[in-house]
C-alpha cells in the first residue's frame, strides 16, 4: 500500500493559533504541518498537507488521494457536522481514514457531537489539541505496515 498520506484540513483551520486560542491553542496550521512532516520523516511516509475553507477543494483532494494515496488524517472542521458530500468522497477511497479534531467536540454544544465522517472514519481522535494528527499519523502507519505483513 501506498505510503503517501494526506492530512486534510477544513475550513477555519487556516486561522489556527488566532481563532479561539482557549479551545484550539496557540500553535497555527504550519507549526502543525513542521510537526507532521517531521513525524512522517521518522515513521517513513510521504504527507501532502491541504487546508480549504470549500467542500469543493477538500472533495478533490479525497479524489486525488483515492488514486494515489495509502490513507487520510482529515480534519473536516464544521463540515464534519454538516456535509454529506465529504462523507460520499470518503466513502470511494479504499484505504484508512482517521478523523481528528483538535476540540472534545463531545464537550462542547450538541450540534458538534454528530459527525457525518464518524461514520466512515477507521479512528475518531478528538480533544487532544493539535496531538491529534500526531497520533493520527503514527495510528495510520501501523495500519499501512499491517497490511502489509
Ligand atoms: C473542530 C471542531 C468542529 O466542531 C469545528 O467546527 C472546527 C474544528 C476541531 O478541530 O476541534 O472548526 O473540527
Known amino acids: ?39 512522517a520523516e521518522e515513521l517513513n511516509l510521504k504527507i501532502r498537507f491541504h487546508q480549504s475553507n470549500r467542500e469543493y477543494e477538500l472533495i478533490d483532494w479525497i479524489h486525488e488521494a483515492r488514486e494515489i494515496a495509502g490513507g487520510i488524517v482529515m480534519n473536516p472542521a464544521a463540515f464534519t457536522h454538516t456535509s454529506v458530500a465529504i462523507l460520499d468522497a470518503l466513502n470511494t477511497f479504499d484505504h484508512p481514514v482517521i478523523e481528528v479534531h483538535i476540540s472534545n467536540v463531545h464537550k462542547r454544544e450538541e450540534f ?35 497490511k502489509k505483513a
Open 112 to 146: 458538534r457531537h454528530h459527525s457525518f465522517v464518524s461514520s466512515r472514519a477507521d479512528g475518531v481522535i478528538a480533544g487532544f489539541g493539535t496531538q491529534g494528527y500526531l497520533l493520527g499519523l503514527r495510528r495510520l502507519a501501523k495500519l499501512i505496515d499491517e
Open 1 to 39: 500500500m501506498s505510503r503517501l498520506v494526506f492530512v486534510l484540513n477544513g475550513p477555519n483551520l487556516n486561522l489556527l493559533g488566532k481563532r479561539q486560542p482557549h479551545i484550539y491553542g496557540h500553535e497555527t496550521l504550519a507549526d502543525v504541518e513542521a510537526q507532521c512532516r517531521e513525524l
